[in-house]
T-cell receptor, first 114, second 109 residues
């Protein structure tokens, strides 16, 4: 299994509070991704990173920001959490942008916004 | 819009081959087909991927039709531990996953 650690694994927070999810990898892969999984939608891309300090938006980026100050860490921040952001969040990594690369997923972070 | 479709559920007897179909009729020429599975609340687990040739690894085989509009994942000797939701998807050039709704595979003893 790829060395991907997500933290926290479970969190309950109140509407309007900031939340940061962390993804840590030990594979030295260049690309890192944040996806959310909701019933009926599969996995949807929030943001991705193609190197230290290099990030870009995915299809559902509104309300989220990311940072990558080190190769191994990719942080996802909800500046002011809303109930619509209740979801399961998965971090993923891949070696390059080549579409044939294997994508490895973390174990997920369950976020509930009340 | 790009779309991937899978049957919602399938049963298979333990020890038999499980054949899971996926339609990806909008796939473009350089997009790979990926298969993953999710067991209960765990993260998606990689199974196999391919472009246009059939692929085989220690877990499964992947058969892709010549027109690339559909594929079949084959688990050659299904065990109870293969009970999971199986997803096929493609990835477009913007790293978006064109993710199917998944097939819940139930392996019966």
């Amino acid at each position: 299994d790829a060395g991907i650690t997500q933290s926290p694994r479970h969190k309950v927070t109140e509407t309007g509070t900031p939340v940061t999810l962390r993804c840590h990898q030990t594979e030295n892969h260049r690309y890192m991704y944040w996806y959310r999984q909701d019933p009926g939608h599969g996995l949807r891309l929030i943001h991705y990173s193609y190197g230290v300090k290099d990030t870009d938006k995915g299809e559902v980026s509104d309300g989220y920001s990311v940072s990558r100050s080190k190769t191994e860490d990719f942080l996802l921040t909800l500046e002011s959490a809303t109930s619509s952001q209740t979801s399961v969040y998965f971090c993923a990594i891949s070696e390059s942008a080549y579409t044939g690369n294997t994508i490895y997923f973390g174990e997920g972070s369950w976020l509930t916004v009340v | 819009d790009a779309k991937t479709t899978q049957p919602p559920s399938m049963d298979c007897a333990e020890g038999r081959a499980a054949n899971l179909p996926c339609n990806h009729s909008t796939i473009s020429g350089n997009e790979y087909v990926y298969w993953y599975r999710q067991i209960h609340s765990q993260g998606p687990q990689y199974i196999i991927h391919g472009l246009k040739n059939n692929e085989t690894n220690e877990m499964a085989s992947l058969i892709i039709t010549e027109d690339r509009k559909s594929s079949t994942l084959i688990l050659p000797h299904a065990t109870l531990r293969d009970t999971a939701v199986y997803y096929c998807f493609t990835m477009d050039s913007n790293y978006q996953l064109i993710w199917g709704a998944g097939t819940k595979l139930i392996i019966k003893p």
